[in-house]
């Protein structure tokens, strides 16, 4: 039985020594935000300066905008948001070398990919680490997701470990030691199967810097703005992997199908058909309250570190009108995606019995489990069973003041569309 574990300081955090001192350091170290220094950091790091296409800089200052007009954020995020873009920016100097020099990389096949899309915390990291795990396919663990490209003449560790995923482990123990509950809310360790949204970071693009940062106007500019391009450059980075992959290994890696998942395509699903035609979708349901109440109590543990407040109102505000722009997006064009070619995956079916929900998508993909995918699944549950890390207790009216029946009421239009059950106490 996985352990329970109740936030009893939520809302008004009792800082570890080890907290404290990180944001004493970070307020004896403060640093601009500015697109120079992040683009020459970017260059000191790669030893390359050509950027390619111009038109991130927009993207980027709007990002820079947004974070240095945030007073409340302590001057440690800053530091760990200079780090994020100063490696997407490298990233995307490495990409584009890459690119001019291997302009064959273009006449990659993306074939047929299983991409799965959702409402963050309905299930998708889980189906997408069962799916992974059956080798037929390739897959976009965490390390690799961060650094696509390796550093020019970086030579790879002792007992042959890649120096990336050195760093995304280092970085991994480094945030557990930081916020050691985060592991029971969204383990991060270097092999998990993580969103090829990552992918458009170096395109400064995908809805993920709306969970490190406060950018209401980054948002609305993504709401106004064709996402196809960005999905391009995505796709462009998955075969530029796929081409390395197959170099490594003689060309029989780079010509497996692809299993993918991101919560943003469910809002993006007329983007995602035109990206990936030929592509099998597996799309969670999940009761909006309960994924509600899960993000909104992970936001709220991370402000700790993030921030000098814990806002609830503001995290509940912002993450109801998040979740329904989702869902009404995935109302409106979920027709555009044949029967054929997609699967709704309710929830409660899912946690009932992974496998068989597992079994179903795959046949819906013309790739029905062998004995052995079942074979490796099994084991990779072995590994990693429910709750290893604990299982968080959430309370929406004790820790936001916000009745669930009340909040779920928002979301009968979704009630009524797709096979959800309602998940109270």
């Given at each position: 039985?996985?352990?329970?574990i109740?936030?009893?300081?939520?809302?008004?955090?009792?800082?570890?020594?080890?907290?404290?001192?990180?944001?004493?350091?970070?307020?004896?170290?403060?640093?601009?935000?500015?697109?120079?220094?992040?683009?020459?950091?970017?260059?000191?790091?790669?030893?390359?300066?050509d950027?390619?296409?111009?038109?991130?800089?927009?993207?980027?200052?709007?990002?820079?905008?947004?974070?240095?007009?945030?007073?409340?954020?302590?001057?440690?995020?800053?530091?760990?948001?200079?780090?994020?873009?100063?490696?997407?920016?490298?990233?995307?100097?490495?990409?584009?070398?890459?690119l001019?020099?291997?302009?064959?990389?273009?006449?990659?096949?993306?074939?047929?990919?299983?991409?799965?899309?959702?409402?963050?915390?309905?299930?998708?990291?889980?189906?997408?680490?069962?799916?992974?795990?059956?080798?037929?396919l390739?897959?976009?663990?965490?390390?690799?997701?961060?650094?696509?490209?390796?550093?020019?003449?970086?030579?790879?560790?002792?007992?042959?470990?890649?120096?990336?995923?050195?760093?995304?482990?280092?970085?991994?123990?480094?945030?557990?030691?930081?916020?050691?509950?985060?592991?029971?809310?969204?383990?991060?360790?270097?092999?998990?199967?993580?969103?090829?949204?990552?992918?458009?970071?170096?395109?400064?693009?995908?809805?993920?810097?709306?969970?490190?940062?406060?950018?209401?106007?980054?948002?609305?500019?993504?709401?106004?703005?064709?996402?196809?391009?960005?999905?391009?450059?995505?796709?462009?980075v998955?075969?530029?992997?796929?081409?390395?992959?197959g170099?490594?290994?003689?060309?029989?890696?780079?010509?497996?199908?692809?299993?993918?998942?991101?919560?943003?395509?469910?809002?993006?699903?007329?983007?995602?058909?035109?990206?990936?035609?030929?592509?099998?979708?597996?799309?969670?349901?999940?009761?909006?309250?309960?994924?509600?109440?899960?993000?909104?109590?992970?936001?709220?543990?991370?402000?700790?570190?993030?921030?000098?407040?814990?806002?609830?109102?503001?995290?509940?505000?912002?993450?109801?009108?998040?979740v329904?722009?989702?869902?009404?997006?995935?109302?409106?064009?979920?027709?555009?995606?044949?029967?054929?070619?997609?699967?709704?995956?309710?929830?409660?079916?899912?946690?009932?019995?992974?496998?068989?929900?597992?079994?179903?998508?795959?046949?819906?993909?013309?790739?029905?489990?062998?004995?052995?995918?079942?074979?490796?699944?099994?084991?990779?549950?072995?590994?990693?069973?429910?709750?290893?890390?604990?299982?968080?207790?959430?309370?929406?009216?004790?820790?936001?003041?916000?009745?669930?029946?009340?909040?779920?009421?928002?979301?009968?239009?979704?009630?009524?569309?797709f096979?959800?059950?309602?998940?109270?106490?």
């Amino acid at each position: 039985m996985a352990e329970a574990i109740s936030i009893d300081d939520l809302l008004e955090p009792r800082l570890s020594d080890i907290q404290a001192n990180l944001l004493a350091f970070g307020d004896a170290n403060p640093l601009a935000l500015t697109e120079q220094a992040v683009l020459d950091a970017a260059r000191a790091r790669t030893g390359l300066r050509d950027f390619g296409s111009d038109d991130f800089r927009e993207r980027l200052n709007l990002l820079l905008d947004e974070w240095n007009g945030d007073p409340a954020m302590t001057h440690l995020w800053r530091m760990t948001l200079f780090g994020y873009a100063t490696r997407y920016a490298a990233n995307r100097l490495l990409i584009h070398d890459t690119l001019q020099r291997h302009p064959e990389i273009h006449d990659e096949v993306i074939d047929r990919p299983i991409v799965i899309a959702g409402l963050p915390r309905s299930g998708t990291t889980h189906l997408v680490n069962l799916i992974a795990a059956d080798t037929r396919l390739q897959s976009l663990p965490l390390w690799e997701s961060y650094e696509p490209v390796p550093l020019p003449s970086e030579a790879m560790l002792p007992g042959g470990i890649d120096p990336r995923y050195q760093r995304c482990a280092d970085a991994w123990a480094q945030s557990q030691r930081s916020s050691p509950l985060i592991a029971a809310m969204h383990p991060m360790n270097p092999d998990h199967i993580h969103e090829e949204l990552e992918l458009m970071g170096p395109d400064f693009a995908s809805y993920n810097f709306e969970w490190i940062g406060r950018v209401p106007r980054w948002r609305d500019h993504y709401y106004a703005t064709d996402q196809t391009p960005h999905y391009a450059y995505m796709k462009t980075v998955l075969k530029l992997l796929q081409w390395q992959r197959g170099r490594r290994s003689g060309g029989q890696h780079g010509r497996q199908r692809w299993v993918l998942k991101c919560p943003q395509h469910l809002e993006q699903l007329p983007v995602l058909k035109a990206t990936f035609p030929d592509a099998t979708v597996a799309i969670t349901h999940r009761d909006p309250v309960a994924v509600i109440q899960s993000a909104v109590t992970m936001q709220a543990y991370s402000s700790r570190m993030q921030r000098t407040e814990v806002d609830a109102p503001w995290l509940i505000a912002y993450w109801a009108d998040r979740v329904e722009h989702l869902l009404r997006g995935c109302m409106a064009d979920r027709g555009v995606w044949p029967e054929a070619q997609s699967i709704d995956v309710p929830f409660h079916e899912f946690m009932a019995d992974d496998i068989a929900m597992v079994a179903r998508i795959m046949d819906k993909a013309q790739m029905p489990l062998t004995d052995r995918a079942r074979g490796e699944i099994a084991a990779h549950m072995e590994a990693h069973p429910r709750g290893k890390e604990g299982r968080l207790i959430y309370n929406l009216k004790r820790d936001f003041g916000v009745d669930p029946d009340t909040l779920r009421a928002r979301f009968q239009f979704y009630f009524d569309a797709f096979p959800v059950k309602a998940e109270r106490a």
